[in-house]
Each structure stands twice: as C-alpha cells, then as structure tokens.
C-alpha cells in the first residue's frame, strides 16, 4: 500500500466518520418523545429556562467535541446495556470504588478509552502499512485487538482503584473504631459516636461514616445505614463492625470493648499480611540471586583456575 493509498483511506474514513455524525444531528433522526414534550408542562416548582441551568459537567477532556458526540455515545451504550448482564455488579463496584458516577458514564468511558486505543492503532498500523512493514490482517487483528484492551483498560483501573480504597480504609480503621469506643465510653451515643468521627476525621472511611449519618438524618434507622454500609464496602473487618454496632444497638450490650477488640483484630490481619508480604518478597529475591550473582560468584572464583591451567599447558 503506498502513502498516497494509505492516506485516501484515512481521509475517507474520517470524512464518513464526520457525515455520520452530521446525519445523526439531524432533527429528523433526534425526534424528541412524549416524555419530553410533556415534561415542562408538569413542572409546578422552579420554573426556569433550560437556558438558565448549569452545564452538564464533561466526563472527557475533549469540551466542545464531547457536546458533539454525546448523543452518539449515550445511543452506543444504550445500546450496549442490551447485552450487558453485569449492570448491577457495576453498580456494586463503582460503590466500592467511591465515585458519584452512573452506570452510563462508566460505559461511555469505556468507549471511548477504546475509541482512543482504535485510532492510536489505526494510525500507527496505516504508518506501518504505508512503509511496507505490516500486512492488512495482521493491521487488522491488531486494531481490533487494541479497541478490545482499551476496552478492558478502564475496567482493570477501576479494579485497581477498588483495592487501593479498600487498602486505605483498613488502614483507617483502627484509629477511628478507638475513637468511637472512646466517644461511646464518654456517654456517646452510636449516632453521636458516628457525628464526632465525621467532624474530626477525614478519609475514605470518615466519608462512609458521613454516608451513615445522612441516612440516620433522613429517618432511616442506623441498623439498615449500617447494613447498606457492610452490603456496599463487602469487606470482612467492617462487616464484623457492623455486627457488633447491630447487636450492641438491638441488644444493649457494651459497645466500646467490641470496639477495641474489632481495632486490634485489624491491626492483627494488618500485622499478619505484612509478614506474608515479606515472605513473598524475600522468596522473589531469591530469582536474582540464583540466576544473577550466584553464576557471577562461580565464573570469578573458577576463572581464575581455568586460565592458570591454559596458560600451563
């Protein structure tokens, strides 16, 4: 494929890309629905212009652009739910990983990280393609493949970002259970507990706690916020918490010893998976040194010999 080819194909294909789009904007393809038409006569409260309202923040760095492509991509992952049987462990997981973000900005997201790794590998497979160096179905394997890994790209940091805030929130943990057994032991309430630990801490697991006492505010009882809290963060150390806090709040058994039993059984496990992180570590070190300096160790200590015994004969 020669260059001229190999950019005719780049134009054209950008030049569709951008009459699709032209085409989708059209009124005619956008018609809005009944929803939508009735929707301003039934308002009754804060009658305003949409005119007036704030913008709609931009998930993507692109600004004006995204304003474009915004429909398209909220019809791709429309679209995409269809086929999609993992909604709710989504929801479950953008929960753990603390963002105030919808199941729908997730996957359009997603999209785009993938649309970013298609066109990062188109140009580079048409370069390659241009010079002779690649051929059309390994181009092709490629693209796909690199749409497919950004695809997953964004899953995996969400993923990585679940483990750091969970790692973050054990780590807060100990501390802010001592201080809640101390508040409960001053004459503190649970809730009152849980009210001096969102004034004087911050952190993921503070923020939970504020989480708790919103729902406690809005009239629903602490023992269903505590169970949201343990169903939404499914880690074992709080789930015991929120056993203890559940049975001393039902059965008024004394709460600040559960406390400080449940803090030094997290400073346990911590302890614990320290140990069996320089276990690991030292076992890894073992690959250098067998493979690295001990064959360096041998060849200075037999070198010497087999050069006298040359030098000999």
């Not at 890309?17 to 039934?42: D, E, H, K, S, Y």
């Not at 007036?52 to 652009?65: C, E, H, Q, V």
């Not at 393609?129 to 059309?136: K, M, Q, T």
């Not at 504020?210 to 009882?221: K, N, Q, W």
Request: aromatic letters at 4%; one cysteine or more.
């Amino acid at each position: 494929m020669s260059p001229t080819v190999a950019l005719a194909a780049l134009s054209g294909l950008l030049l569709g890309v951008g009459l699709w789009l032209i085409v989708l904007r059209l009124p005619a393809m956008r018609a809005p629905t009944l929803t939508q038409r009735i929707a301003p006569q039934l308002r009754s409260v804060d009658v305003q212009s949409r005119l007036l309202l704030d913008a709609s923040a931009n998930i993507t760095p692109f600004g004006p652009l995204e304003r474009i492509i915004r429909p398209l991509l909220a019809d791709v992952v429309s679209w995409s739910h269809r086929f999609n049987p993992a909604t709710t462990t989504l929801v479950r997981r953008l929960a753990q990983a603390g963002r105030g973000q919808s199941v729908a900005d997730f996957r359009a997201q997603q999209l785009l990280w993938a649309a970013g790794a298609l066109v990062i590998s188109t140009l580079v497979m048409v370069a390659l393609a241009a010079s002779g160096s690649a051929s059309v179905p390994l181009a092709i394997v490629i693209v796909v493949g690199s749409a497919v890994m950004g695809f997953a790209a964004r899953d995996y940091v969400l993923s990585a970002g679940i483990r750091r805030r969970e790692a973050r929130m054990l780590a807060e943990f100990p501390s802010l259970a001592e201080l809640m057994a101390l508040a409960v032991s001053a004459g503190e309430s649970t809730t009152g507990a849980l009210e001096r630990i969102c004034r004087t801490a911050r952190g993921e697991l503070a923020g939970e706690f504020a989480l708790i006492l919103a729902a406690t505010r809005a009239g629903r009882p602490l023992v269903d916020a505590l169970q949201d809290f343990s169903s939404r963060t499914r880690l074992a150390p709080l789930a015991r918490f929120v056993d203890g806090i559940t049975v001393a709040v039902q059965r008024g058994t004394p709460l600040a010893d559960v406390l400080r039993a449940q803090a030094q059984d997290v400073r346990d496990l911590a302890k614990r998976e320290l140990m069996e992180s320089a276990g690991k570590k030292e076992i890894a070190m073992m690959v250098p040194l067998v493979f690295g300096v001990l064959p360096l160790t041998v060849l200075f200590a037999v070198y010497p010999g087999i050069a006298l015994i040359n030098l000999g004969l």
